[in-house]
């Protein structure tokens, strides 16, 4: 009997609609609602707030609408609110 | 039904975008502001009319500029 399995893009694709957590591989971290994406997990992105460490500051930045590069995309946390709420 | 129907891929918003006034984050972090004239599926991009921002600040512009894909951090339309 065998478990039902979920691929990992198969997951992405259901939070199509709904808000994601992306953490890129350096320090920058976006929070967008997920439109789509393709193969190589290049996402369009919307109503976005980009959280960027560079030292001890911290910038955050808005943006209506973008489509980021996948090639440095490390980690996807569907319904994510971001940094902010994660530490808290 | 509704949701499919605001699926938007990668492809779908480049083809919306072109023409229009987009802001280009790099990798390093250098951003640049212009016209986009033409891209292609490796996110190489030209640009018209186009304004390099160093660190916020204004550095240069360029009438025409190419930039190639593999330092494109996003593309954000205006």
């Known amino acids: 009997m065998a478990a039902p399995q979920l691929l990992p893009l198969e997951l992405i694709d259901k939070c199509i ?12 971290e976006f929070v967008g609602t997920l439109q789509g994406f393709d193969d190589y997990v290049n996402m369009v992105l919307k109503d976005v707030t980009e959280y960027e460490t560079k030292g001890d500051t911290k910038h955050v930045t808005s943006l209506k609408q973008i489509l980021l590069n996948g090639n440095n995309i490390c980690m996807l946390v569907p319904g994510g609110q971001g940094p902010t709420v994660a530490c808290s | 039904m509704s949701e499919q129907a605001s699926k938007k ?9 072109l023409g229009q006034r987009v802001f280009v984050r790099l990798n390093s972090g250098i951003d640049y502001r212009g016209v986009l004239s033409c891209l292609d599926g490796y996110m190489n991009i030209a640009l018209e009319q186009t304004e390099e921002y160093v660190d916020g600040e204004l ?11 593999n330092n494109v951090l996003y593309i954000s339309a205006l």
């Open chain 2, 9 to 17: 891929t990668p492809t779908d918003f480049l083809n919306g975008i």
């Open chain 2, 59 to 69: 550095r240069n512009r360029y009438g025409d500029a190419f930039i190639r894909g």
């Open chain 1, 17 to 28: 609609g709904s808000r994601i957590w992306v953490v890129m591989k350096s320090e920058k």
